[in-house]
């Protein structure tokens, strides 16, 4: 079984949108379209957050969330205009809207002013929220958009001193350190990201015998040795065995990342694109995640976003439909739909 931890990494962190709220008497039409967004979809959200507004258009969420959709979704004028129509309390801090403006800064190629908008947002969201952590992995992004890999370590650094995403925050950092080739660091941080999901023996000890067939003792022992540090043994697991057309899990993600541990950047970056295209839902989605962060550092905002959506929807997989609804239905047909 692959691990949840890693499968679930930041599949609710980036797009997390599970706590704002809506009228009641639309609820359910705004929880769809907050779920759709969540999953990576934000075209299909769309709709339904605009038949929200429609009905009732002086509750802030769904102005916000619709902005963020329309930023999500590359129409960036859209998003800017639909933040404006966001109106909050005097004194309020703001919500998904001020993340939907950074956003398409990024979009229209201006990352540094996405990043000063988001550094200047951050501050005003309390510590613990989604929106703050989301924020902050957005801040990441438009840092390393702009060519500051000192200020995207530096906002990294603020990822992991929270709970929720220390593990997100290791597993960036060994990217953006390795395009740096800052190899020690980005081995202490192979070795904090395994730590996180390591899978330990009852007595604390590491066992590293493992049987060719068995992929999951196979996870298990590579996950134990990249914690302990034993990169190279680690590295001889994860060499192709014969038979075996491709690894198991997200294991092709683990390779990829101790190949960059060793300074071979573009190798690296060719295994994790290989990654996206082969293996598992919960593989190939943390595969695009971290490609986006790649799309970054190469300036790519658009591609960024496709590769991060196209994570969020294979991760989300399993919290919603596979097809998924476009044309808006009365209302009832989403009596058991919940945000997760």
Same mark, same amino acid.
């Given at each position: ?134 924020? %902050?992995?957005?801040?990441? #992004? =438009?840092?390393?958009?702009? $060519? !500051?890999? &000192? +200020? /995207?370590?530096?906002? @990294? ?60 003792? %196979?996870?298990?022992?590579? #996950? =134990?040795?990249?914690?302990? $540090? !034993?990169? &190279? +043994? /680690?590295?001889?697991? @994860? ?66 976003? =496709?590769?991060?959506?196209? $994570? ?29």
């Amino acid at each position: 079984m692959l691990s949840r931890k890693v499968a679930s990494w930041m599949a609710w962190s980036i797009l997390a949108v599970g706590g704002c709220e809506a009228p009641n008497r639309l609820n359910l039409t705004f929880q769809r379209g907050a779920q759709l967004l969540s999953a990576g979809c934000p075209k299909a959200a769309i709709p339904f957050l605009t038949q929200v507004i429609a009905s009732e258009p002086d509750g802030p969420e769904p102005h916000a969330l619709l902005a963020l959709a329309y930023a999500l979704d590359l129409q960036s004028d859209r998003a800017v205009l639909q933040a404006k129509q966001v109106r909050r309390p005097k004194g309020a801090p703001p919500g998904w809207e001020a993340v939907a403006v950074g956003i398409a800064s990024l979009v229209d190629q201006r990352p540094r002013q996405a990043a000063e908008h988001l550094e200047a947002t951050v501050s005003q969201f309390p510590e613990g929220s989604c929106l703050k952590q989301a924020t %902050l992995q957005w801040l990441v #992004l =438009a840092y390393a958009c702009a $060519g !500051e890999p &000192d +200020k /995207a370590t530096d906002s @990294l650094q603020r990822l992991a001193a929270i709970d929720a995403t220390r593990l997100t925050a290791s597993l960036w950092a060994v990217l953006l350190l390795a395009h740096q080739q800052r190899l020690p660091e980005v081995s202490e941080q192979l070795k904090n990201a395994a730590a996180e999901v390591v899978v330990r023996a009852p007595s604390g000890s590491r066992a590293y015998a493992f049987a060719e067939q068995d992929a999951q003792e %196979l996870y298990d022992t590579t #996950l =134990a040795l990249l914690a302990d $540090g !034993e990169f &190279d +043994k /680690a590295r001889s697991l @994860l060499e192709l065995p014969k038979g075996r057309p491709v690894l198991p899990y997200d294991l092709p993600v683990w390779r990829a990342l101790t190949i960059a541990a060793t300074g071979r950047w573009r190798q690296a970056r060719s295994e994790l694109d290989a990654a996206c295209q082969a293996g598992s839902p919960g593989c190939r989605g943390v595969a695009n995640h971290l490609l986006s962060v790649v799309y970054a550092l190469e300036c790519r905002p658009e591609a960024m976003m =496709a590769s991060m959506l196209a $994570g969020q929807r294979l991760l989300g997989s399993r919290h919603t439909p596979a097809h998924v609804v476009t044309q808006l239905r009365p209302e009832p047909v989403w009596f058991s739909d919940t945000m997760k």
